[in-house]
């Protein structure tokens, strides 16, 4: 084994140019089957590590910033590849863009990881200090990454350990992001093994520390079974209608009656919560009487609605605007509560500088007049007879610490439409981000998806039933039960901000040490 590694070591040492390039491209994408669904964590924290072994010999900034622009190129690639899928939905007007999007999307998020290889190559550190530095870097790299220009937490480092729920435990006291860092540190630890000469005490010491978590985890599963609400029923409703035909005229009546048949079909409690996927019924409610009176007839004297739908609202101005909405129907389809979401997609839902790419021939994605207006953040609202609710729309459910309103709800209801993120990887990387924010909030997460995954998940991030993918059906269940609020609820990404200042100190004494 030492001279496997010695023999290693010397070949990365002596890659240069274009070589050590395709080094740190290869050890990106390889980096990317930790992701769903391969959940491959070995070969992360490997590829990490042959990162931080490249990095130890560019000093100069320029191309230590390179090499890690490619390693992000790499990951970026592989794990979101379906990217590609949205712009096939349309591709008279789309597909022309996807040899931009190929190059741009993934070049544009590697830019955070090249900022990180540069920064640490700057402090010039050296020894143990040289990995803390790293790690320090990397992980406030992805923290940006999550929050600039509107920010898109895909995929993080943290996620790579969707193999081991009990490890993902640890969400609940420092956060994604928290947990991001420590795997960083972790996988850069492994370059010590290729150090001269070699060092074992930091790899060993990271390895204790996922193996406590990893026990730890294993503790809370097994003392924290799952509990349900009392007398509160849910039927999620997966209808599987292909994108392209959600709404072209020839089939608006066949999607909407299906809808209406899986939601009544099958024998269910009296006392029901039925939930639609993002932008289910194929007409504008608030426009459709005919649709209202059936929604009317189904929630009846106890039931109630939650679907997801577009609408329209005239601002002060009088000038229309359109939004991502989620409806909440009580009994006798009595209009609760407007939901719009706030947290909306560049390119599919509103387009930045949409005048000058219109120009140029650019569209959003989704075929819908103008752009989207956003909401004013996550809300939580009151239900009859069940616990709070807090909506989220699609992927705003990825943002850790950003998923509920102004009052803590009971549980987590995420209507989408996975159909655009392609039929494999990316409705499982979304199904994951979801079952992490339900461990970090301490709430069940009910998700119902147009083609998949649908599911429901308990507040420890168990997915006691779902739908695969491109599968019609729906799922009955009870309500989990939430959680007291966890750590991380309470406190959002202060512990990943003390863990930061932490390994900014340790990486400081190792220095002068």
Not at 64 to 71: M, Q
Not at 77 to 83: A, C, E, L, R, Y
Not at 179 to 184: E, P, V
Not at 444 to 472: E, H, K, Y
Request: charged share 15%.
């Amino acid at each position: 084994m030492s001279s496997v590694l010695s023999r290693f070591a010397t070949y990365l040492e002596n890659l240069s140019g274009w070589r050590r390039g395709s080094a740190a491209f290869l050890a990106g994408a390889v980096s990317a089957l930790g992701f769903a669904p391969f959940n491959l964590f070995p070969l992360f924290l490997l590829s990490v590590g042959i990162l931080a072994a490249l990095l130890d010999t560019r000093r100069h900034i320029g191309a230590a910033a390179f090499i890690g622009w490619l390693f992000g190129f790499g990951q970026f690639v592989v794990g979101m590849h379906w990217i590609f899928y949205p712009f096939l939905v349309d591709p008279v007007e789309h597909a022309w863009q996807i040899p931009f999007v190929a190059v741009l999307f993934p070049g544009g998020l590697a830019l955070f990881m090249a900022l990180a290889a540069a920064t640490s190559a700057a402090l010039r550190t050296s020894n143990m200090a040289r990995i803390v530095t790293f790690a320090m870097y990397y992980a406030a790299a992805e923290w940006l990454r999550g929050h600039l220009f509107t920010g898109l937490p895909w995929n993080l480092p943290a996620y790579s350990w969707g193999a081991s729920l009990a490890i993902l435990q640890s969400a609940s006291l420092v956060g994604a992001y928290g947990l991001s860092f420590l795997t960083i540190l972790f996988g850069a630890s492994l370059a010590e093994l290729l150090a001269r000469p070699r060092r074992i005490v930091l790899p060993l010491s990271l390895l204790a520390v996922f193996v406590v978590l990893w026990l730890g985890g294993e503790i809370r599963l097994g003392l924290t079974p799952t509990q349900m609400v009392a007398n509160v029923n849910l039927r999620v409703v997966q209808p599987n209608i292909p994108q392209d035909e959600k709404y072209r005229r020839e089939f608006v009546r066949r999607n909407w009656r299906r809808l209406v048949d899986l939601s009544l079909t099958k024998p269910r409690p009296s006392s029901t919560i039925i939930i639609w996927p993002e932008a289910a019924p194929p007409v504008l409610l608030q426009y459709a009487p005919t649709a209202l009176q059936q929604i009317a007839a189904m929630t009846g004297s106890s039931n109630i609605l939650i679907t997801g739908n577009q609408r329209r609202a005239v601002d002060a101005a009088h000038n229309p605007n359109f939004y991502n909405s989620l409806y909440i129907f009580g009994h006798d389809g009595v209009l609760l509560s407007t939901y719009d979401k706030f947290h909306l997609v560049p390119f599919g839902e509103f387009m930045p500088f949409e005048a000058t790419l219109r120009d140029l021939g650019i569209t959003k994605l989704v075929d819908f007049p103008g752009s989207f207006a956003a909401g004013d953040g996550p809300h939580t609202y009151r239900l009859p007879g069940a616990p709070d609710v807090g909506p989220l729309i699609c992927y705003e459910i990825l943002f850790p610490g950003a998923v509920t309103g102004e009052r803590r709800p009971q549980w987590l209801v995420n209507v989408t439409d996975d159909s655009w993120f392609g039929p494999w990887a990316g409705p499982r990387q979304h199904l994951l981000a979801a079952r992490v924010r339900a461990i970090e909030e301490g709430l069940p997460v009910v998700r119902s998806a147009n083609t998949g995954i649908s599911a429901v998940i308990d507040p420890l991030g168990r997915v006691l039933f779902s739908l695969g993918l491109d599968q019609m059906g729906e799922i009955d269940s009870a309500l989990p039960r939430a959680l007291a609020t966890p750590l991380y609820a309470r406190y959002g990404d202060v512990a990943f901000a003390l863990l930061l200042l932490l390994s900014a100190g340790l990486s400081w004494w190792l220095s002068r040490k």
